[in-house]
C-alpha cells in the first residue's frame, strides 16, 4: 500500500507545554513516521504512513492536546512520501517572522508536589523542580523559539539522570526545558544584607525559617522578582518592614501553605478558590474572618476588612510556606512604588536597607513579573494588577474587518499602573503592569518591556497610540520615535477596553470614571460619560459638576484638599469655617487655601469622581491625608462593608449646553447634616447615591449597552449596585474581568479604538 505524506503547521501556545512529546506520542500511537520541531511560528512537523494513521492522529490531534495548550489553527498540505523510518524530535528550525505565543510562569503540578514532599525522590525538597506541565516560562524565556539555549536554564547543562529524562519521550519530563535537580540545577544561597554568603541548598532554607521567626525581614528571590517576607504575626517585623519599605499604610499581601490553611483566616467562595489555586497563583482580595486575628496581625491590612492572599507559585514558595506553617507577608521587593528587583547584585543594592537576609539562587529572571492582583465582583473575576501568571498571554480582539486587524500598532497606555500592548493579527497582547511611569528606572522598564514585547513578537508596529496627557513621560516617549501616531483620550481609551474585553465595536455608553484624565479643556477629568456611535464618532454627553482642587497634584494624596474644594464650591469662603477643615488645617494653611481658592491660584476643576471619593471620605473623617493612590475611597468603600440600606441622598441633573451635568451639591449637604446616621449609614448612602445618579444619566442618554471603566469600579459596593440598578431597568451592562478597570486596561483600550477608527476607515496616526 502506498504510503501519504502530510506537512502540518500548528500555530498557538504549543512551545513550552509538551506538545512535541505529545505529538511523538501520538504519532507512534498511530503507527506514522517523521519529524516534528519547533520553530519561531509554532510547531511544524511532517508525518508519513498510511491514510488510516495520518486521519487518526488529524481526529485526535485537537482532542487530546496537552494541558495549558492552545491551537490557534492547523494548516496541512500533501508532500511526496520520503520513506523515513521512525518518528523523531527534531531541533529547531528558524524560519519566517511570525508571532508566535509565550506560556505565562505556572505554579507546581500534582506530580511534581507529590514528589517534592517523597523522601525517596531525587528531587526531594528540590526548590526547582518542574515539569513539562509546570515550572517557570515567560520568566525565563530570553527569546523564541523556546529551547532550552534560549532560557535562562543556558547556564545548566544537565547531569546524565535528568538528561535521560529529558530526551525519553515517554518521560514527562521529556523537553521539558527548565529541568534540573540537585546535581545540575539552580541552588539556593543565603546571604546578609552586604552579599556574604552564609549557607546553601537546604541549610539555607533551614536557615531562612529561623530568620522569619526571628522577626527578620528576608528579601527572596522568587518566580517573576524579589519578594519581602516577615511573618504575618509580627508587630515588630511588620512595623520593620514598613519602616524600611516607605510604605506606611498600603495592605501587604499574604502567602498561605495550601487552600484550607487560608481557609482558617478567610471566607472563600468557589470561584476565589478556583483562582487561588489556579496555575496563574494570583493574589485574591478575600474577606477575613475574626479568627485570622490569631495569626495576621493588624499591621498587615490597617483598617481592611480583606486580605490579599496567594497560595506557592512555585517549589521554593511552597516549601517555605508548608515548612513555616504560619502565614508570611509577601511583599514586592521594591521601594514605594518602583520596578520590583529581578538580579541578585541588583537586590542586594537596592533592598540592601530594607532586608535582614536575602535567600538567593543562580537562576536569572529575564524580565520583572509583580504578582497578579484580583477581586470577585459580580460573581466574576476582576483584575486588578495584570502580571505574573497571566503576561503574556494573548486577548482575542473583537471581530473587525480584516484589513483593520491586520494593522500593528503599539499602545502606550498611560502613566500609572503603566501597561503597554502590541496588537496583531486579530491578536492582542498586553505586557505585563510596568507600573507608575514617574522615576528614571520605571522608564528604563518601559524602554525594555517595549523592546521585549516587540522582540517576542518579532514585530515592528506601524503606528504608536498614547495618551493625550502632555506632560505624560508615555506621550513625550512617542514624540521622539519616528513612527506615525495616535493620541487618544484618556477616558475615550477607558470605554474601549471594556468593549474590547466584550468584543464589542457597535454603539455604547461607557461610564467612565476615575481619579485623573487629560483633555483639552483644562479640566481634571474623571467622572465622564461618553457615547461611540458604533461608527466614528465618540461624544461627551454628560459629566459630574466640576469644583476647584486647592493645590492641584497634591490633592491626589491629600483628601482633605478636595473635601475644602468641594465644600468651597457649595458655599464659597465661609465653607473655610467648616468644622472639619478647621479640624485638618492649621489657620495659617486655611489662609493659604483662601488665597489659592479666591485667587484661582493653583486650583484646578476637576469633574473626578476619584477626588469625590476623597473628599467623602474626608468629610466623614475618614481619611484626611493618604499614603498611597486609591486609599481614601477603599476606606469608605470597606466603612460601608455589611450594610444593606438602599438609603440614599437628593441630587441634580441638569442640561447645559449640549451636555448633562450631574450636580453632587444636594448629597454633600445632605451627607454633612446627617448625624442621625452612622458613619457606615452614610458611607453607603453615599455609594448608593453614586448608583442613582448613573443610572439618571443613563436614563436620560438611552443607550441600552453600558460600559463601566475607571478604577473607581473597582469598587466592589458601587459596582454591583450600579449594574443591579442598569440591569432592573434593562440595560446590558458590561464590566472588567481580564484587565483593570483603572490604567492597567488603557493601552488595551487605545488598540481597540485605532482598530475601530481604522475599521471606519478613518485615518489613525498624525
Ligand atoms: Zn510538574
Ligand atoms: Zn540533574
Same mark, same amino acid.
Given at each position: 500500500m502506498d504510503n501519504e505524506r502530510r506537512r502540518l503547521a500548528i500555530k498557538g501556545l504549543v512551545q513550552g507545554v509538551g506538545f512535541r512529546p505529545y505529538i511523538y506520542r501520538l504519532a507512534r500511537d498511530c503507527q506514522l513516521t517523521g519529524w516534528v520541531a519547533n520553530h519561531s511560528g509554532g510547531l511544524?512537523?511532517?508525518?508519513?504512513?498510511?491514510?488510516?494513521?495520518?486521519?487518526?492522529?488529524?481526529?485526535?490531534?485537537?482532542?487530546?492536546?496537552p494541558p495549558h495548550s492552545l491551537i490557534l489553527s492547523i494548516d496541512s498540505e500533501v508532500i511526496p512520501a520520503e520513506g523515513d523510518s521512525?518518528?523523531?524530535?527534531?531541533?529547531?528550525?528558524?524560519?519566517?517572522?511570525?508571532s508566535t505565543l509565550v506560556l505565562p510562569d505556572i505554579a507546581p503540578c500534582n506530580s511534581c508536589q507529590a514528589e517534592l514532599q517523597d523522601s525517596r525522590n531525587r528531587r526531594h525538597k528540590y526548590p526547582f523542580i518542574n515539569c513539562t506541565h509546570c515550572g517557570p516560562r515567560f520568566s525565563i524565556i530570553d527569546k523564541m523559539p523556546y529551547d532550552r539555549a534560549n532560557?535562562?536554564?543556558?547556564?545548566?547543562?544537565?547531569?546524565?539522570?535528568?538528561?535521560?529524562?529529558?530526551?525519553?519521550?515517554?518521560?514527562?519530563?521529556?523537553?521539558?526545558?527548565?529541568?534540573?535537580?540537585?546535581?545540575?540545577?539552580?541552588?539556593?544561597?543565603?546571604?546578609?544584607?552586604?552579599?556574604?554568603?552564609l549557607l546553601t541548598g537546604l541549610a539555607a532554607l533551614n536557615e531562612t525559617f529561623a530568620s522569619l521567626a526571628s522577626g527578620k525581614v528576608v528579601a527572596l528571590k522568587g518566580v517573576g522578582g524579589f519578594q519581602l517576607l516577615v511573618d504575618a504575626g509580627n508587630s515588630q517585623a511588620l512595623q520593620t518592614l514598613r519602616k524600611r519599605k516607605q510604605r506606611p499604610h498600603k495592605p501587604f499581601a499574604l502567602l498561605y501553605s495550601s487552600l484550607s490553611a487560608a481557609r482558617r483566616d478567610c471566607r472563600i467562595s468557589e470561584l476565589e478558590a478556583k483562582l487561588l489555586t489556579s496555575p496563574a497563583r494570583p493574589i485574591v482580595l478575600l474577606e477575613?474572618?475574626?479568627?485570622?486575628?490569631?495569626?495576621?496581625?493588624?499591621?498587615?491590612?490597617?483598617g481592611s476588612p480583606d486580605l490579599g492572599v496567594m497560595l506557592p507559585a512555585s517549589p521554593l514558595h511552597l516549601l517555605l510556606a508548608e515548612e513555616y506553617a504560619a502565614p508570611l507577608v509577601a511583599t514586592s521587593g521594591n521601594l514605594a512604588e518602583e520596578p520590583i528587583c529581578i538580579e541578585n547584585t541588583e537586590a542586594l543594592r537596592r533592598l540592601g536597607k530594607i532586608a535582614d537576609r536575602f535567600l538567593l539562587h543562580n537562576r536569572r529572571i529575564v524580565r520583572p513579573l509583580d504578582d497578579s492582583v484580583l477581586r470577585v465582583v459580580e460573581d466574576r473575576p476582576l483584575m486588578l494588577r495584570r502580571a505574573r501568571g497571566y503576561a503574556p498571554l494573548p486577548i482575542t480582539q473583537a471581530k473587525l474587518s480584516q484589513q483593520a486587524l491586520t494593522q500593528s500598532y503599539l499602545a502606550l497606555g498611560a502613566d500609572l499602573k503603566n501597561s503597554v500592548a502590541l496588537s496583531h493579527n486579530g491578536w492582542i497582547y498586553q505586557s505585563q503592569h510596568i507600573g507608575d511611569l514617574s522615576s528614571a528606572t520605571a522608564i528604563e522598564h518601559f524602554d525594555r518591556t517595549i523592546a521585549d514585547l516587540t522582540g517576542l513578537q518579532q514585530r515592528r508596529p506601524q503606528t504608536l497610540i498614547h495618551d493625550q496627557h502632555p506632560g505624560y513621560s508615555s506621550h513625550r516617549w512617542a514624540l521622539q520615535q519616528q513612527a506615525p501616531r495616535l493620541g487618544v483620550q484618556h477616558h475615550v481609551a477607558? !470605554?474601549? &477596553?471594556?468593549?474590547?474585553?466584550?468584543?464589542?465595536?457597535? *454603539? $455604547? #455608553?461607557?461610564?467612565?470614571?476615575?481619579?485623573?484624565? /487629560?483633555?483639552?479643556?483644562?479640566?481634571?477629568?474623571?467622572?465622564?460619560?461618553?457615547?461611540?456611535d458604533g461608527k466614528s464618532q465618540v461624544e461627551h454627553v454628560a459629566s459630574l459638576r466640576t469644583f476647584p482642587l486647592p493645590g492641584g497634584e497634591k490633592a491626589v494624596r491629600e483628601p482633605r484638599r478636595a473635601a475644602a474644594g468641594l465644600l468651597y464650591e457649595i458655599s464659597g469662603y465661609m465653607a473655610l469655617q467648616h468644622q472639619l477643615l478647621k479640624r485638618c488645617f492649621t489657620r495659617s494653611e486655611r489662609r493659604n487655601l483662601?488665597?489659592?481658592?479666591?485667587?484661582?491660584?493653583?486650583?484646578? !476643576?476637576? &469633574?473626578?469622581?476619584?477626588?469625590?471619593?476623597?473628599?467623602? *471620605? $474626608? #468629610?466623614?473623617?475618614?481619611?484626611?491625608?493618604?499614603? /498611597?493612590e486609591g486609599q481614601a475611597a477603599m476606606v469608605l468603600e470597606y466603612s460601608a462593608r455589611g450594610?444593606?440600606?438602599?438609603?440614599?441622598?437628593?441630587?441634580?441633573?441638569?442640561?447645559?449646553?449640549?451636555?448633562w451635568e450631574l450636580d453632587w451639591a444636594p448629597c454633600i449637604s445632605a451627607l454633612i447634616h446627617d448625624e442621625g446616621k452612622s458613619l457606615p449609614q452614610r458611607a453607603a448612602a453615599f455609594h448608593n447615591t453614586l448608583a442613582n445618579m448613573i443610572l439618571a444619566v443613563v436614563n436620560e442618554i438611552g443607550e441600552r449597552q453600558v460600559?463601566?471603566?475607571?478604577?473607581?469600579?473597582?469598587?466592589?459596593?458601587?459596582?454591583?449596585?450600579?449594574?443591579?440598578?442598569?440591569?432592573?431597568?434593562?440595560?446590558?451592562?458590561?464590566?472588567?474581568?481580564?484587565?483593570?478597570?483603572?490604567?492597567?486596561g488603557i493601552a488595551l483600550g487605545q488598540l481597540h479604538y485605532a482598530h475601530c477608527m481604522a475599521a471606519a476607515g478613518q485615518s489613525a496616526g498624525d
Open positions: 511544524q512537523l511532517e508525518v508519513e504512513g498510511n491514510s488510516t494513521g495520518i486521519e487518526k492522529l488529524l481526529q485526535r490531534l485537537p482532542l487530546e492536546k521512525d518518528f523523531e524530535i527534531r531541533e529547531s528550525t528558524v524560519t519566517a517572522a511570525q532560557t535562562a536554564m543556558d547556564q545548566f547543562p544537565q547531569c546524565a539522570k535528568c538528561q535521560a529524562e529529558y530526551t525519553n519521550p515517554e518521560d514527562r519530563r521529556f523537553h521539558a526545558e527548565p529541568n534540573g535537580c540537585p546535581e545540575c540545577g539552580p541552588q539556593l544561597q543565603l546571604c546578609d544584607s552586604k552579599g556574604k554568603v477575613a474572618k475574626p479568627e485570622a486575628n490569631a495569626r495576621v496581625h493588624e499591621l498587615v491590612a490597617l477607558h !470605554l474601549f &477596553s471594556c468593549m474590547a474585553e466584550h468584543g464589542h465595536s457597535g *454603539a $455604547a #455608553l461607557g461610564v467612565c470614571w476615575d481619579g485623573t484624565g /487629560y483633555d483639552s479643556s483644562g479640566i481634571v477629568r474623571g467622572g465622564e460619560f461618553l457615547l461611540w483662601v488665597t489659592m481658592l479666591e485667587g484661582e491660584v493653583n486650583s484646578p !476643576l476637576c &469633574s473626578s469622581a476619584g477626588r469625590l471619593f476623597d473628599a467623602v *471620605a $474626608a #468629610l466623614l473623617g475618614l481619611c484626611s491625608q493618604s499614603s /498611597y450594610i444593606q440600606s438602599s438609603d440614599s441622598y437628593p441630587f441634580d441633573l441638569y442640561q447645559r449646553q449640549s451636555k460600559f463601566l471603566s475607571g478604577g473607581v469600579f473597582q469598587n466592589r459596593r458601587l459596582t454591583e449596585r450600579t449594574a443591579t440598578l442598569l440591569r432592573e431597568r434593562g440595560f446590558t451592562v458590561h464590566c472588567h474581568s481580564q484587565v483593570p478597570p483603572n490604567d492597567g
